[in-house]
């Protein structure tokens, strides 16, 4: 069976980079913890209300900045008005030793936000950029809990070309340079996929960026 084969690290386009299962089980447990006192905190776990009015099926809390579509602010403006939670010391460490492996050498990769996405069974995500932040800086992303189907395309449409990831719990995925503007979305997660010692039922995404903001 494909299952029971190792998975490989992959680069489905020049600077982005999939490692597969690079977190432990015992630092998925450990953020999973870490998310939930997070999204309890003062400024709780969301749906951001998009432009159009309409609202986002991810549920969303942030680290070191507030990002609301389309920027980022100090408070929470759109929930509340309450003080984002710091970025800690040991989670931009964590980015460094992801940028790190996925591209051998961390640079100077400094990131000060994150964004926090829980998807439950019927939750996905369109098509974007993350072009709100001011630096260029790779984005890392880590995935805790159920699978899910990843889009990764260009940087100048929506459209194709685009190549379907499967992120599984642990899973890493970094994009930067020339990637580091393309289009990406998860279509859909597979419930139940997670391991059950998580206590964690949907799935987590944890991405890491550098605003570039003062």
């Known amino acids: 069976m494909d299952s029971l084969l ?23 447990l450990e953020l999973v913890v870490a998310c939930r006192e997070w999204a309890a905190g003062p400024v709780p776990m969301r749906a951001a209300r998009m432009p159009n009015g309409s609202m986002m099926s991810v549920k969303t809390v942030c680290l070191g900045w507030h990002w609301q579509p389309y920027r980022y602010t100090r408070t929470a403006d759109d929930a509340g008005g309450g003080q984002v939670a710091e970025f800690p010391d040991w989670l931009a460490e964590l980015g460094r030793n992801a940028v790190a492996a996925a591209y051998g050498d961390p ?37 805790i809990g159920d699978s899910c189907i990843f889009r990764f395309g260009n940087t100048e449409t929506r459209n194709k070309p685009w190549t379907d990831v499967a992120l599984e719990s642990g899973d890493l995925f970094v994009f930067g340079g020339a990637s580091r503007f393309a289009y990406h979305g998860v ?9 059950p010692a998580l206590g964690l039922k949907g799935r987590l995404n944890i991405t890491l960026r550098e605003t570039g903001l003062a």
């Open 107 to 143: 640079g100077y990769y400094a990131p000060d936000a994150a964004l926090i996405n829980f998807y439950d069974a019927t939750a996905a995500m369109g098509m974007h950029q993350d072009k709100d932040e001011r630096s260029a800086a790779p984005v890392v992303s880590l995935s």
């Open 6 to 28: 190792p998975r490989e690290r992959s680069d489905p386009a020049p600077g982005a980079v999939h490692l597969p299962g690079w977190l432990s089980r015992d630092q998925q």
């Open 187 to 195: 279509l859909k997660t597979h419930p139940g996929t997670g391991d």
